[in-house]
C-alpha cells in the first residue's frame, strides 16, 4: 500500500499519523513549516467582551500570554475550542464552520461590543477589516507566526520521485503553499499528477490547485475526522 504524507507542523502531525496507522494506512510526515509563539502586549484584555480565533495557535498563544480565562471565545472550529477550554477558558463557542460563519454570527450582536481578534501572521480573510466595514469595533494582536522550510528533506523527494505515497494531507492554506513552493523549487511538481490532495477546504483546494494532481478532495465539514473519513472512502 502506497503512503500517506502529513504537511503540518511536527506535534501536530505526529498526533494525525497515530491515528491514522490504526486505520492501517503507511503515514509520512514532511512538516513544512514550524510554528513560533510570538509575546504581544495585551493591553486590558478582561476590557473585550468578545475574542475571535480562527487558530488553535492562537488560543494556545494566549493562554501563554495571559493568566486571565473569563472572555467569552468564538471560534470556527470545534477542535479549537476543545484546546481551548482544556486550556481554562471557561466561556467558549464554536461556530463548527468557516470564517464567513464567524463573520454571519458576529453579524448578530450588538455594534457596542468590543471584540479582539487573535490570530496569526499570516491570514486567508481580514476578519478585522471585515467586520469593522460593519460598524464592529474590532482590535486586533498577531499571537504567533509560522517559520516556513526552505528545503524538501531527501526523504520527503525519493518518497515523490519513487511515487511511494499516493495522497497527501494539507490542513491550512500556508503548509499547501510552502509544499507546493518547494516541490517547485525542487523540480518535481510534475511527479503530483501522480497523487490525490486532501484538503479541509475550498480555499486550501484553491492553493492546491495552481499545480496538477489527479484529485483534489475537498472535505464537507472542516474536521480531521471529516478528513480521514474521506481519505477511507476514496481508498475503498
Not at 494556545?60 to 470556527?76: A, D, P
Not at 466595514?133 to 474590532?138: I, R
Not at 516556513?148 to 526523504?155: G, I, Q, R, Y
Not at 507546493?180 to 483546494?205: D, F, G, P, R, T
Request: proline share 1%.
Amino acid at each position: 500500500m502506497k503512503g500517506i504524507l502529513l504537511t503540518r507542523p511536527y506535534s501536530d502531525a505526529l498526533k494525525s499519523r497515530n491515528i491514522l496507522l490504526n486505520f492501517g494506512f503507511n503515514v509520512y510526515i514532511e512538516s513544512v513549516l514550524q510554528i513560533e509563539y510570538l509575546v504581544p502586549h495585551l493591553q486590558d484584555i478582561e476590557l473585550f467582551d468578545l475574542i475571535i480565533s480562527t487558530s488553535k495557535h492562537s488560543i494556545i498563544s494566549l493562554s501563554k500570554n495571559t493568566t486571565i480565562r473569563s472572555n467569552t471565545i468564538i471560534t470556527v472550529g470545534n477542535s479549537t475550542m476543545n484546546v481551548a477550554t482544556s486550556l481554562g477558558f471557561d466561556q467558549v463557542l464554536s461556530v463548527n464552520g468557516n470564517t464567513q460563519d464567524v463573520i454571519s454570527y458576529i453579524q448578530s450582536q450588538s455594534r457596542n461590543l468590543k471584540i479582539l481578534y487573535i490570530r496569526g501572521e499570516h491570514i486567508t480573510c481580514d476578519i478585522k477589516a471585515i467586520l469593522n466595514t460593519m460598524g464592529f469595533n474590532v482590535h486586533e494582536v498577531v499571537m504567533y507566526k509560522t517559520i516556513a522550510n526552505k528545503l524538501l528533506s531527501k526523504e520527503c523527494y525519493n518518497l515523490i520521485v519513487n511515487r511511494d505515497i499516493s495522497e497527501i494531507l494539507f490542513y491550512s492554506s500556508r503548509s499547501a503553499e510552502i509544499f507546493i513552493q518547494l516541490v517547485q523549487e525542487s523540480n518535481i511538481a510534475h511527479h503530483l499528477k501522480n497523487m490525490n490532495a486532501y484538503v479541509l477546504s475550498n480555499k486550501i483546494a484553491n492553493v492546491a490547485k495552481v499545480i496538477n494532481w489527479r484529485a483534489i478532495f475537498v472535505t464537507d465539514i472542516p474536521t480531521e475526522s471529516s478528513l480521514i473519513q474521506l481519505l477511507i472512502m476514496q481508498r475503498k
